[in-house]
C-alpha cells in the first residue's frame, strides 16, 4: 500500500498516542511514536518525518521548547508541526505560535479534522520542497549555462576527479567534445601524451608541493594561496601547437569544504609566437627582451589579478585627484550608479554620488554612516591620503564606502532584543517578589492568628475570673465582719486600703479590656494582611474592590498617615470577576505614588462607582504633580523620575499591565503644583 507520508506522534499519554496512531494509519501514513521530548528530538536527527503531531505537556522538555530547536535548525525548519493540547486559553496557542507551531488541535481530537489538517500540511510542505527544488534547479542551471557558454575556455572537476563541467570554448580548444568528458577522470588526455593530474586535480588532494614536480613554473595565486597558475607550450593540442596560461581555483560550500575546482585556459599562442619570432631577429636583445617579458607577465597578471580583486569587493572603492575627480573605480561604483567606467572618469565623486541619492556632507568625517533612501541601504564612509610614490606628495585621496546595512539591522535587533529581555527579567522579578511577599505575609498571619487567639481566649476567661474572685472577696469581707467583730473588721479595712485592693481590682479590669482591644486590633491588621496577601488566588473569582481597597489602605497605612489625610469615598458597585492578588497590588503601587509624590503634608481622595457596566476607581492626591512630557511616560518600563537607586520605573508599568490584563483601562491627568489623579476602568464580568 502506498503510503501518503510519515508522521512523528509525541505525547506521553498512551490513550492519546494509541487513537492518533490508529487514525492516522488507517488514513495510509507511517506513524512513529515518542512520549517525551528528548525521544522526539533524537527520532528526527535519526529520520525527518513529514509531519509531527506534539503534546505541549511533556516529562522533561516541554511541547514548546521541541518547538523552538526544530524551528531554529535549518534541516527540520521546514517540518510542519502541529500541537496537540487541552490547554485552549488565547495566550497558550500565542505561546505556541511565537514558537514556530504551524497548527492547533484541541484535545480530545476530531479524527476527520486530524487527517484533514495533516493531509493539508503535508501537501502544503511537499509544493514548497517542490518550489525550493524548482529554484535550485534554475540557479544551477544558469550558472551551467553561464560557464559553458564562456569565451574562455573552462572545465570544472568535482571533489572525486570526475569532469562535470566541459564548455564550448574548451571543446574548440581540445578537440574533445563535453558528452566525451564529462563523467570520466580523463582531464589528462587532451593536454598530455600519458596520465599525469592537471592543476585541478594538484588543487582537490591538497597536495600542492608536488606542483613542482610536473609544472616548473607553476605559482600560487596572489588572492588565493589555494588557487594555482601555469603556463606552457602544448604540441598537438587539438592538433594544433598552443601556448596556454592556466589556473586553477578551489570552489567550496557554505560549510568550508571543497565541493569542485575550475580551471580556466587562455590561449596566448599569438604572443607566444610572436615573442619566438621577437627573439629570433633580436637575438641580441634576446635577455633583456625575456626580462622585460617576465616583468610584463608579472606587471600584467599583478594589475590583472588586482583590478578582479577590487572588481570582486562589495565595498564602493574610488581613487579621486587634488581636485576630487575620479582617476580610478572598482565595478562597484558602476553597480551603484549604473554608469559605464569610462563615463566615471573624470567626474566629481561627491556629485556623483549625491545624483544617485547618497549625500555625503562636507567635509564628511572618517567613519560616518551614510543613508541611501532609494535602497534603504546603509553606508560606512572613509576617507585616505594617496601618495605620489615619486614626489611622495599627496596627489589625490581613495574614498572608501563600505555597505553596512547587515550589520546596522542585527544591531537593532540585537539592541531591541535585549531592551525586551530586560524588561522580561525585571518583571518576572518584580512579580516573583511580589509574589514571595504574598507567601511571607500569609504565613506571618496564619503564625500569628495561632497564638493571637489563644490570647483573646485566655483575655476572656480571665475577665469572667476576674469578676468571681471579685464576688468572692466581697462576700469573703463581709462574712468575716460579722463573725470576728469590729476590730477585726477595721484591720481588714486599713489592711484593704493599704494594700489598694479596691483600685488593683478597678485597674485590673481597665488593663484586661485594654489588652482586649490591642488583641482586636492585631486580629484586624492580621486578618487584612492575609486578606492583602491572597496566596491562594492562582485562578480569578468574584471579588469585592472595596474590599481590595480597604485590605490596602490597612497594609500601607503606614506609608500614608505621616504624609496625607486619607478621604474614602467608595460607592455601591458590584462583585467582578478578577485576580484580588493582582488588584491589590494595583491599588497599592497607585497608594504609595500618591504619598511619595506628597512633600510634606497632603490629601489622598479614592473614590469607587459603578457606570456603564464598569467598575470605576479613583485616587487622587495634592502632591506635586508631574508636566505633560513626563505625564506621556509614566507607564513605560524602566522610566522613573526618583533618584537612582529609590525606583526601578516598573510599578506604573506593573500596573499598567495587570489592568489591561483584566481588560481594563488606567489613564492619568496632572497638573505641576496641584496634583495627579489616575482612573482605573475594570469590566463587570
Same mark, same amino acid.
Given at each position: 500500500m502506498q503510503k501518503n507520508g510519515k508522521v512523528l506522534v509525541v505525547d506521553d499519554t498512551r490513550l492519546s498516542m494509541e487513537f492518533m496512531a490508529d487514525c492516522l494509519c488507517r488514513a495510509g501514513y507511517d506513524v512513529v511514536k515518542a512520549y517525551s521530548g528528548e525521544e522526539a528530538l533524537e527520532i528526527v536527527e535519526a529520520a525527518l518525518p513529514d509531519l509531527i503531531l506534539l503534546d505541549i505537556i511533556l516529562p522533561g522538555i516541554d511541547g514548546y521548547t521541541v518547538t523552538e530547536r526544530l524551528k531554529n535548525n535549518e534541516k527540520t525548519r521546514i517540518i510542519p508541526i502541529v500541537l496537540v493540547t487541552s490547554l485552549d486559553?488565547?495566550?497558550?496557542?500565542?505561546?505556541?505560535?511565537?514558537?514556530?507551531?504551524?497548527?492547533?488541535?484541541?484535545?480530545?481530537?476530531?479524527?476527520?479534522?486530524?487527517?484533514?489538517?495533516?493531509?493539508?500540511?503535508?501537501?502544503?510542505?511537499?509544493?514548497?520542497?517542490?518550489?525550493?527544488?524548482?529554484?535550485?534547479?534554475?540557479?544551477?542551471?544558469?550558472?551551467?549555462?553561464?560557464?559553458?557558454?564562456?569565451?574562455?575556455?573552462?572545465?570544472?572537476?568535482?571533489?572525486?576527479?570526475?569532469?562535470?563541467?566541459?564548455?564550448?570554448?574548451?571543446?574548440?580548444?581540445?578537440?574533445?567534445?563535453?558528452?566525451?568528458?564529462?563523467?570520466?577522470?580523463?582531464?589528462?588526455?587532451? %593536454?598530455?601524451?600519458?596520465?599525469?593530474?592537471?592543476?585541478?586535480?594538484?588543487?582537490?588532494?591538497? *597536495?600542492?608541493?608536488?606542483?613542482?614536480?610536473?609544472?616548473?613554473?607553476?605559482?600560487?595565486?596572489?588572492? *588565493?594561496?589555494?588557487?594555482?597558475?601555469?603556463?606552457?607550450? %602544448?604540441?598537438?593540442?587539438?592538433?594544433?601547437?598552443?601556448?596556454?596560461?592556466?589556473?586553477?581555483?578551489?570552489?567550496?560550500?557554505?560549510?568550508?569544504?571543497?565541493?569542485?575546482?575550475?580551471?580556466?585556459?587562455?590561449?596566448?599562442?599569438?604572443?607566444?609566437?610572436?615573442?619566438?619570432?621577437?627573439?629570433?631577429?633580436?637575438?641580441?636583445?634576446?635577455?633583456?627582451?625575456?626580462?622585460?617579458?617576465?616583468?610584463?607577465?608579472?606587471?600584467?597578471?599583478?594589475?590583472?589579478?588586482?583590478? *578582479?580583486?577590487?572588481?570582486?569587493?562589495?565595498?564602493?572603492?574610488?581613487?579621486?585627484?587634488?581636485?576630487?575627480?575620479?582617476?580610478?573605480?572598482?565595478?562597484?561604483?558602476?553597480? %551603484?550608479?549604473?554608469?559605464?567606467?569610462?563615463?566615471?572618469?573624470?567626474? *566629481?565623486?561627491?556629485?556623483?554620488?549625491?545624483?544617485?541619492?547618497?549625500?555625503?556632507?562636507?567635509?564628511?568625517?572618517?567613519?560616518?554612516?551614510? %543613508?541611501?533612501?532609494?535602497?534603504?541601504?546603509?553606508?560606512?564612509?572613509?576617507?585616505?591620503?594617496?601618495?605620489?610614490?615619486?614626489?611622495?606628495?599627496?596627489?589625490?585621496?581613495?574614498?572608501?564606502?563600505?555597505?553596512?546595512?547587515?550589520?546596522k539591522r542585527f544591531t537593532s535587533e540585537l539592541e531591541k532584543a535585549y531592551s525586551e529581555l530586560q524588561l522580561t527579567q525585571a518583571k518576572v522579578i518584580q512579580q516573583e517578589k511580589m509574589a514571595s511577599i504574598g507567601q511571607l505575609a500569609a504565613g506571618v498571619a496564619h503564625e500569628i492568628n495561632n497564638p493571637m487567639g489563644f490570647i483573646s481566649s485566655n483575655l476572656n476567661s480571665l475577665v469572667k475570673y476576674m469578676e468571681r474572685l471579685t464576688d468572692f472577696i466581697h462576700t469573703q469581707s463581709k462574712a468575716i465582719e460579722s463573725l470576728e467583730g469590729e476590730k477585726l473588721a477595721q484591720e481588714l479595712l486599713d489592711k484593704r486600703k493599704a494594700l489598694k485592693i479596691d483600685y488593683v481590682i478597678n485597674d485590673t479590669r481597665e488593663l484586661i479590656r485594654e489588652s482586649m482591644d490591642g488583641a482586636e486590633r492585631v486580629r484586624t491588621i492580621v486578618q487584612n494582611l492575609k486578606s492583602f496577601s491572597r496566596v491562594d488566588d492562582a485562578e480569578s473569582k468574584p471579588a469585592d474592590i472595596n474590599e481590595c481597597i480597604t485590605s490596602t489602605i490597612n497594609i500601607v497605612w503606614n506609608e500614608l498617615k505621616y504624609k496625607a489625610s486619607l478621604v474614602r469615598e467608595l460607592g455601591a458597585i458590584p462583585l467582578t470577576r478578577c485576580h484580588p492578588q493582582q488588584i491589590n497590588q494595583v491599588f497599592m503601587n497607585l497608594l504609595v505614588n500618591a504619598a511619595q509624590s506628597i512633600d510634606k503634608q497632603g490629601e489622598i481622595i479614592v473614590r469607587t462607582w459603578h457606570e456603564n457596566g464598569s467598575i470605576y476607581a479613583q485616587v487622587t492626591d495634592t502632591g506635586s504633580g508631574m508636566p505633560p512630557t513626563v505625564l506621556k511616560q509614566i507607564f513605560e518600563p524602566f522610566f522613573t523620575t526618583k533618584e537612582i537607586g529609590k525606583g526601578t520605573g516598573l510599578g506604573l508599568s506593573i500596573t499598567y499591565d495587570i489592568v489591561k490584563k483584566h481588560n481594563g483601562e488606567i489613564t492619568a491627568t496632572s497638573e505641576v503644583g496641584k496634583g495627579t489623579t489616575f482612573t482605573v476602568r475594570l469590566p463587570v464580568l
Amino acid at each position: 500500500m502506498q503510503k501518503n507520508g510519515k508522521v512523528l506522534v509525541v505525547d506521553d499519554t498512551r490513550l492519546s498516542m494509541e487513537f492518533m496512531a490508529d487514525c492516522l494509519c488507517r488514513a495510509g501514513y507511517d506513524v512513529v511514536k515518542a512520549y517525551s521530548g528528548e525521544e522526539a528530538l533524537e527520532i528526527v536527527e535519526a529520520a525527518l518525518p513529514d509531519l509531527i503531531l506534539l503534546d505541549i505537556i511533556l516529562p522533561g522538555i516541554d511541547g514548546y521548547t521541541v518547538t523552538e530547536r526544530l524551528k531554529n535548525n535549518e534541516k527540520t525548519r521546514i517540518i510542519p508541526i502541529v500541537l496537540v493540547t487541552s490547554l485552549d486559553k488565547l495566550e497558550d496557542k500565542v505561546k505556541g505560535l511565537e514558537a514556530g507551531a504551524d497548527d492547533f488541535l484541541t484535545k480530545p481530537v476530531n479524527q476527520a479534522e486530524l487527517t484533514a489538517r495533516i493531509r493539508s500540511l503535508i501537501k502544503l510542505k511537499r509544493l514548497q520542497e517542490g518550489i525550493l527544488e524548482n529554484a535550485l534547479k534554475e540557479e544551477k542551471d544558469f550558472t551551467g549555462n553561464l560557464i559553458h557558454n564562456a569565451t574562455v575556455p573552462i572545465f570544472v572537476l568535482d571533489a572525486n576527479h570526475e569532469i562535470i563541467i566541459w564548455n564550448k570554448a574548451c571543446e574548440e580548444l581540445t578537440g574533445f567534445t563535453a558528452a566525451d568528458m564529462i563523467g570520466t577522470s580523463r582531464q589528462w588526455q587532451p %593536454f598530455y601524451d600519458q596520465k599525469r593530474p592537471t592543476l585541478s586535480d594538484i588543487v582537490i588532494d591538497g *597536495n600542492l608541493e608536488i606542483a613542482a614536480q610536473f609544472y616548473p613554473h607553476y605559482s600560487q595565486s596572489i588572492i *588565493n594561496p589555494h588557487c594555482l597558475q601555469s603556463e606552457g607550450w %602544448f604540441t598537438s593540442l587539438g592538433g594544433k601547437a598552443r601556448y596556454l596560461f592556466f589556473d586553477a581555483a578551489p570552489i567550496y560550500n557554505s560549510a568550508g569544504k571543497l565541493v569542485a575546482v575550475i580551471e580556466t585556459l587562455r590561449d596566448m599562442t599569438m604572443r607566444a609566437k610572436a615573442e619566438v619570432e621577437l627573439r629570433k631577429s633580436r637575438a641580441e636583445l634576446l635577455d633583456k627582451h625575456e626580462q622585460l617579458q617576465s616583468l610584463f607577465l608579472l606587471v600584467e597578471g599583478a594589475k590583472t589579478e588586482w583590478e *578582479n580583486t577590487m572588481d570582486c569587493i562589495g565595498d564602493i572603492v574610488i581613487l579621486t585627484d587634488t581636485g576630487e575627480r575620479i582617476k580610478r573605480c572598482n565595478k562597484a561604483l558602476q553597480t %551603484f550608479t549604473g554608469i559605464a567606467y569610462g563615463e566615471l572618469l573624470g567626474r *566629481n565623486w561627491q556629485e556623483l554620488l549625491s545624483l544617485n541619492g547618497l549625500h555625503t556632507p562636507s567635509p564628511c568625517a572618517p567613519g560616518a554612516e551614510l %543613508f541611501h533612501e532609494p535602497s534603504g541601504r546603509w553606508f560606512v564612509f572613509n576617507s585616505y591620503p594617496f601618495m605620489n610614490s615619486s614626489s611622495h606628495l599627496v596627489s589625490g585621496a581613495v574614498i572608501t564606502l563600505h555597505n553596512n546595512t547587515e550589520v546596522k539591522r542585527f544591531t537593532s535587533e540585537l539592541e531591541k532584543a535585549y531592551s525586551e529581555l530586560q524588561l522580561t527579567q525585571a518583571k518576572v522579578i518584580q512579580q516573583e517578589k511580589m509574589a514571595s511577599i504574598g507567601q511571607l505575609a500569609a504565613g506571618v498571619a496564619h503564625e500569628i492568628n495561632n497564638p493571637m487567639g489563644f490570647i483573646s481566649s485566655n483575655l476572656n476567661s480571665l475577665v469572667k475570673y476576674m469578676e468571681r474572685l471579685t464576688d468572692f472577696i466581697h462576700t469573703q469581707s463581709k462574712a468575716i465582719e460579722s463573725l470576728e467583730g469590729e476590730k477585726l473588721a477595721q484591720e481588714l479595712l486599713d489592711k484593704r486600703k493599704a494594700l489598694k485592693i479596691d483600685y488593683v481590682i478597678n485597674d485590673t479590669r481597665e488593663l484586661i479590656r485594654e489588652s482586649m482591644d490591642g488583641a482586636e486590633r492585631v486580629r484586624t491588621i492580621v486578618q487584612n494582611l492575609k486578606s492583602f496577601s491572597r496566596v491562594d488566588d492562582a485562578e480569578s473569582k468574584p471579588a469585592d474592590i472595596n474590599e481590595c481597597i480597604t485590605s490596602t489602605i490597612n497594609i500601607v497605612w503606614n506609608e500614608l498617615k505621616y504624609k496625607a489625610s486619607l478621604v474614602r469615598e467608595l460607592g455601591a458597585i458590584p462583585l467582578t470577576r478578577c485576580h484580588p492578588q493582582q488588584i491589590n497590588q494595583v491599588f497599592m503601587n497607585l497608594l504609595v505614588n500618591a504619598a511619595q509624590s506628597i512633600d510634606k503634608q497632603g490629601e489622598i481622595i479614592v473614590r469607587t462607582w459603578h457606570e456603564n457596566g464598569s467598575i470605576y476607581a479613583q485616587v487622587t492626591d495634592t502632591g506635586s504633580g508631574m508636566p505633560p512630557t513626563v505625564l506621556k511616560q509614566i507607564f513605560e518600563p524602566f522610566f522613573t523620575t526618583k533618584e537612582i537607586g529609590k525606583g526601578t520605573g516598573l510599578g506604573l508599568s506593573i500596573t499598567y499591565d495587570i489592568v489591561k490584563k483584566h481588560n481594563g483601562e488606567i489613564t492619568a491627568t496632572s497638573e505641576v503644583g496641584k496634583g495627579t489623579t489616575f482612573t482605573v476602568r475594570l469590566p463587570v464580568l
